[in-house]
């Protein structure tokens, strides 16, 4: 007999608002477990009947855990970035996993084009000068985003849009992938090294993992130039924290906007004193309309699931 989506019970290992648990609520018998304390608890008094668990990226989970869950039938990321699952114990087990790629690219895109507007404009030094009581004569000229040239560093469905933003604002675009894309005019090249030398200003966009990890280097970092600004919205293992202070307070690179770290949740504390940095807590892909379509498309696949159907967004 198929399970309907009532008997299921569901871990949920995120902290979404009320309105939008109250939608798994009504579907499935949900276990609330955002701490690893009450993961743990929760996994050793509820393993039994746990079918489904829904968490994302960076909190992950793990083969022993996934081997904890005689019934787990759905392994699913809430957003696009699914690094820290073990999508191997997962499939090896016949458990289907799945992600939440497309519900919240505009949110990212819009984020990163506030993040490079603000550091380029520098929003937030001139914030301060004024409550200072500095005014315009006093301070230096900052730069528009027409005419700069933008790299994208990992140009997907997110980087797309990043694009797309960025040449309404009169931005060169410039991108960097393992291989050419055929669906856009925009310039290639062909190593990260490259990118950053032909761009003023440079958005990390990529998937987190080893193969990802510093990518973003001293050497690139000084390719980029004085002039340039870093944004990274993608994963903060992308970027080489200590180096990317070292070019900052040297001057060797103009201002960086990160919403991801290598520390988080906890700062990057290298960073936090410098007044050329705009930090965000990871929220690039969060907004009520983004966080609902997540959710929509985790009952989506669960549905699909249940009905022998291919999942919306496998992974």
């Known amino acids: 007999m198929t399970a309907t989506p009532q008997a299921l019970t569901l871990l949920l290992l995120v902290r979404i608002a009320p309105e939008h648990r109250a939608l798994l609520e009504q579907r499935f018998q949900v276990i609330e477990a955002p701490t690893p304390e009450s993961r743990a608890a929760a996994i050793a008094a509820h393993g039994e009947r746990i079918a489904l ?17 005689p019934q787990l039938r759905l392994l699913a990321a809430q957003g696009a970035g699914y690094e820290n699952l073990d999508v191997a114990a997962a499939k090896a087990r016949g458990v289907a996993v799945c992600n939440g790629a497309g519900t919240n690219d505009d949110c990212v895109a819009d984020h990163t084009l506030a993040l490079l507007l603000a ?33 994208i560093l990992g140009l997907g469905t997110i980087g797309l849009k990043i694009a797309q933003r960025a040449a309404a604002f009169g931005m ?8 050419p894309r055929s669906d856009t ?31 973003v280097n001293a ?13 990274n919205i993608a994963r903060g293992s992308c970027v080489d924290t200590e180096a990317l202070a070292a070019a900052l307070q040297a001057g060797q690179l103009a201002g960086a906007a990160l919403d991801v770290y290598e520390s988080e949740p906890l700062p990057p504390q290298p960073l936090l004193g410098l007044d050329n940095v705009i930090l965000t807590p990871h929220v690039a892909g969060w907004s009520p309309q983004a966080i609902r379509a997540t959710v929509v498309n985790f009952i989506a696949n669960v549905e699909q699931l249940l009905r022998g159907e291919p999942l919306r967004t496998p992974v």
């Open 53 to 69: 668990v829904l968490t994302n990226g960076a909190t992950g989970f793990r083969a022993d855990e996934i081997a904890a869950l």
């Open 219 to 231: 050497e690139v970092l000084q390719a980029l130039g004085p002039g340039g600004h870093l944004v």
């Open 119 to 151: 550091s380029v404009r520098a929003l937030p030094q001139q914030g301060a000068a004024l409550r200072a009581g500095v005014w315009r004569d006093a301070l230096p000229l900052f730069p528009q985003l027409g005419g700069r040239r933008l790299g």
């Open 185 to 215: 005019s925009a310039h290639y090249a062909d190593s990260v090294l490259t990118l950053a030398a032909w761009a003023d200003d440079l958005v990390v966009a990529l998937p987190g993992g080893g193969a990802t990890r510093h990518i």
């Open 172 to 179: 060169e675009i410039g991108y960097h992938n393992r291989r």
